[in-house]
């Protein structure tokens, strides 16, 4: 038994492991998709072998800082292979006025272990703000949070300044933009209050457009129409300042501009254009373990450090001036 | 008056002149044999104060730090690269072998400074964090500290390539050289280590993700990859043939040279893909 760890233990696998992640590193270079799962493999191997080592090599046990960093090294492989089984990423757009939905994240990643308690997380989306500067160039976004049941706490997310909720946390992304507030009254009483989202604002000023479907049935295409972005001078995004129209062809293609507060007669009911707010969308992340990792690498590479350092002053020869100069023999 | 891109220009084709009064200094200083170590000295000074400078100005300029050009990135790179590499310099004498090579690279890479567009970008909002800070500067502390390997690397190289004759002390001296290597080829190997978890804090800071494979990422990931398996190589096969051994700190250095300027100079951005 332990002739097979010793053998599991060897350098030569530890090396064809480093192969490997490379490898499978510009096999991702050329195609994203293809990083994570393959990378499992050398890592896996990388770990056994490491794993075999820490038992079995006489090294680890003279060399107290070495057997550190290998430790931490495998602690790093096993908190990040558990993190991307527990992980949770996700992107949600959310309207000024508008409760989260957790429902109504789009998932992008979802480990095999996450327990799904997203639906927990209650607030409602505040005041959005994004600074630009002469030149559309974005500058600081400011979107307010404000947290259902504690009293109407707001919290602030910007850029590097993420809000947690629950593990979950909130990133705003460079992606938001407009969304029109329509009010639906059915003709058989029924009113209905819903948003429209716009594509990304400025990025796509030139395409302010979308289709929407009435809860009558009816397919409409809509297109809002706003004053120019001044490119020249510094700006502010925020709701409330804009004026703007949506113009609403029908499938007849029939037109109609509409300002806030008019109305349109349709099939089974009646349109009314309310407002018009900013969204926002945010990243959602849940890798409740990353504190663990950075704290694991930091002190593998401290360990590291420590022994290089006992290493080249052990090397160095007598009468030598250099304090690092020494012959490095890494065993 | 002082930070216009005009002086920016001068300061750096000052630097340009100052380079390469050193490398005519060594050249002949080691073809007559006469150290030149004091007159190389105060031209690395004045080149690194006169970098000093022209990042300076630039910096007054632009209101923001030298990290997103390409520009940028080599203005800012060729200053600690001089900084470094005097303080290499100075406290180790026998490093003073690599200046040969160091010297005409300082140069070639001023004369490609000076062919590039130095037009600035905003530094995005999310950019803007301390860990950008110790990302950058552990980046800047590796690429000084692998070049003096890969540069006494390429001088061992080229006396192998060279046939000197096979003497007792050129043997000596290549083994003298040689221990020079591995101390300092550790120690940018640690920064590396320390660039790439300050580069997953940051970006996990600013964009929510610690790592997405972005060109960069993927380039110094597989850099680091290699620093680590020639490491465990030395140790696996400790008969090495050190040709083998210096060839590879060479091929490092030249990885992680493209990781700095070749990857941007295609992306014009580092971690363009999340801007």
């Given at each position: 038994?332990?002739?097979?760890?010793?053998?599991?233990?060897?350098?030569?696998?530890?090396?064809?492991?480093?192969?490997?992640?490379?490898?499978?590193?510009?096999?991702?270079?050329?195609?994203?998709?293809?990083?994570?799962?393959?990378?499992?493999?050398?890592?896996?191997?990388?770990?056994?072998?490491?794993?075999?080592?820490?038992?079995?090599?006489?090294?680890?046990?003279?060399?107290?800082?070495?057997?550190?960093?290998?430790?931490?090294?495998?602690?790093?492989?096993?908190?990040?292979?558990?993190?991307?089984?527990?992980?949770?990423?996700?992107?949600?757009?959310?309207?000024?006025?508008?409760?989260?939905?957790?429902?109504?994240?789009?998932?992008?990643?979802?480990?095999a272990?996450?327990?799904?308690?997203?639906?927990?997380?209650?607030?409602?989306?505040?005041?959005?703000?994004?600074?630009?500067?002469?030149?559309?160039?974005?500058?600081?976004?400011?979107?307010?949070?404000?947290?259902?049941?504690?009293?109407?706490?707001?919290?602030?997310?910007?850029?590097?300044?993420?809000?947690?909720?629950?593990?979950?946390?909130?990133?705003?992304t460079?992606?938001?933009?407009?969304?029109?507030?329509?009010?639906?009254?059915?003709?058989?009483?029924?009113?209905?209050?819903?948003?429209?989202n716009?594509?990304?604002?400025?990025?796509?000023?030139?395409?302010?457009?979308?289709?929407?479907?009435?809860?009558g049935?009816?397919?409409?295409?809509?297109?809002?129409?706003?004053?120019?972005?001044?490119?020249?001078?510094?700006?502010?995004?925020?709701?409330?300042?804009?004026?703007?129209?949506?113009?609403?062809?029908?499938?007849?293609?029939?037109?109609?501009?509409?300002?806030?507060?008019?109305?349109?007669r349709?099939?089974?009911?009646?349109?009314?254009?309310?407002?018009?707010?900013?969204?926002?969308?945010?990243?959602?992340?849940?890798?409740?373990?990353?504190?663990?990792?950075?704290?694991?690498?930091?002190?593998?590479?401290?360990?590291?450090?420590?022994?290089?350092?006992?290493?080249?002053r052990?090397?160095?020869?007598?009468?030598?001036?250099?304090?690092?100069?020494?012959?490095?023999?890494?065993? | 008056?002082?930070?216009?891109?005009a002086?920016?220009?001068?300061?750096?084709?000052?630097?340009?002149?100052?380079?390469?009064?050193?490398?005519?200094?060594?050249?002949?200083?080691?073809?007559?044999?006469?150290?030149?170590?004091?007159?190389?000295?105060?031209?690395?000074?004045?080149?690194?104060?006169?970098?000093?400078?022209?990042?300076?100005?630039?910096?007054?300029?632009?209101?923001?730090?030298?990290?997103?050009?390409?520009?940028?990135?080599?203005?800012?790179?060729?200053?600690?690269?001089?900084?470094?590499?005097?303080?290499?310099?100075?406290?180790?004498?026998?490093?003073?072998?690599?200046?040969?090579?160091?010297?005409p690279?300082?140069?070639?890479?001023?004369?490609?400074?000076l062919?590039?567009?130095?037009?600035?970008?905003?530094?995005?909002?999310?950019?803007?964090?301390?860990?950008?800070?110790?990302?950058?500067?552990?980046?800047?502390?590796?690429?000084?500290?692998?070049?003096?390997?890969?540069?006494?690397?390429?001088?061992?190289?080229?006396?192998?390539?060279?046939?000197?004759?096979?003497?007792?002390?050129?043997?000596?001296?290549?083994?003298?050289?040689?221990?020079?290597?591995?101390?300092?080829?550790?120690?940018?190997?640690?920064?590396h280590?320390?660039?790439?978890?300050a580069g997953?804090?940051?970006?996990?800071?600013?964009?929510?993700?610690?790592?997405?494979?972005?060109?960069?990422?993927t380039?110094?990931?597989?850099?680091?990859?290699?620093?680590?398996?020639?490491?465990?190589?030395r140790?696996?096969?400790?008969?090495?043939?050190?040709?083998?051994?210096?060839?590879?700190?060479?091929?490092?250095?030249?990885?992680?040279?493209?990781?700095?300027?070749?990857?941007?100079?295609?992306?014009m951005?580092?971690?363009?893909?999340v801007?």
């Open positions: 038994m332990r002739t097979l760890v010793v053998r599991i233990a060897s350098l030569k696998i530890t090396l064809l492991g480093i192969v490997g992640i490379i490898i499978v590193a510009l096999a991702t270079y050329r195609n994203p998709e293809f990083g994570t799962v393959w990378l499992a493999v050398p890592l896996a191997v990388l770990a056994v072998n490491l794993l075999a080592a820490i038992l079995t090599n006489g090294a680890f046990r003279q060399q107290s800082a070495l057997l550190v960093f290998h430790v931490c090294l495998l602690a790093v492989i096993l908190l990040i292979a558990v993190g991307l089984l527990i992980r949770f990423d996700g992107h949600v757009e959310l309207v000024e006025g508008e409760a989260f939905d957790a429902y109504a994240v789009e998932i992008v990643r979802k480990g272990l996450h327990r799904f308690v997203l639906d927990k997380v209650n607030f409602v989306q505040g005041r959005i703000t994004v600074d630009y500067r002469p030149g559309l160039i974005r500058h600081n976004t400011r979107s307010n949070v404000i947290e259902v049941g504690t009293n109407g706490q707001t919290q602030e997310i910007g850029d590097g300044n993420s809000v947690t909720f629950g593990s979950y946390r909130f990133n705003t460079f992606n938001k933009g407009w969304a029109v507030i329509l009010r639906w009254s059915g003709d058989k009483g029924i009113v209905q209050r819903g948003s429209v716009f594509p990304s604002y400025p990025e796509f000023e030139w395409k302010q457009a979308n289709e929407w479907t009435t809860p049935g009816e397919h409409l295409a809509l297109e809002l129409r706003l004053n120019p972005v001044p490119g020249d001078s510094d700006w502010v995004l925020k709701s409330g300042e804009s004026e703007f129209s949506l113009v609403i062809s029908d499938a007849r293609l029939d037109t109609h501009e509409l300002k806030p507060g008019q109305s349109i349709m099939r089974h009911g009646t349109l009314t254009v309310e407002d018009l707010r900013l969204w926002m969308g945010y990243r959602i992340d849940f890798d409740p373990l990353l504190p663990w990792v950075f704290a694991a690498a930091m002190l593998a590479l401290i360990a590291l450090a420590v022994h290089f350092q006992l290493k080249f052990a090397a160095v020869p007598a009468g030598r001036t250099s304090a690092i100069g020494a012959t490095y023999v890494c065993d | 008056m002082f930070a216009t891109e002086v920016e220009r001068n300061l750096l084709l000052i630097a340009l002149v100052t380079v390469s009064f050193a490398i005519v200094l060594e050249y002949l200083g080691r073809k007559r044999r006469r150290p030149t170590s004091v007159a190389t000295v105060s031209l690395l000074v004045a080149t690194t104060v006169v970098l000093f400078c022209a990042v300076f100005g630039r910096w007054l300029r632009e209101g923001q730090g030298p990290f997103l050009t390409l520009y940028d990135v080599l203005l800012s790179n060729l200053f600690t690269l001089n900084l470094i590499y005097l303080i290499i310099y100075v406290l180790f004498v026998r490093t003073r072998a690599s200046a040969v090579i160091v010297l690279f300082f140069a070639l890479l001023g004369v490609w400074l062919s590039l567009p130095s037009v600035a970008v905003p530094l995005p909002a999310t950019f803007d964090n301390p860990w950008l800070w110790m990302h950058v500067l552990s980046g800047k502390l590796f690429l000084g500290l692998s070049l003096v390997p890969a540069a006494l690397s390429a001088v061992l190289l080229l006396q192998i390539f060279a046939a000197r004759p096979a003497r007792e002390s050129a043997h000596a001296d290549a083994k003298q050289l040689d221990g020079e290597i591995w101390p300092l080829f550790a120690l940018a190997f640690i920064c280590s320390f660039m790439l978890i997953s804090v940051w970006a996990h800071s600013a964009w929510g993700r610690y790592w997405a494979w972005d060109p960069l990422e380039w110094a990931l597989i850099t680091w990859l290699a620093m680590a398996l020639l490491l465990h190589a140790v696996t096969y400790r008969q090495l043939p050190p040709a083998i051994a210096w060839a590879s700190v060479v091929v490092i250095f030249g990885l992680a040279f493209l990781t700095f300027f070749g990857v941007p100079f295609v992306s951005a580092p971690h363009k893909g801007m």
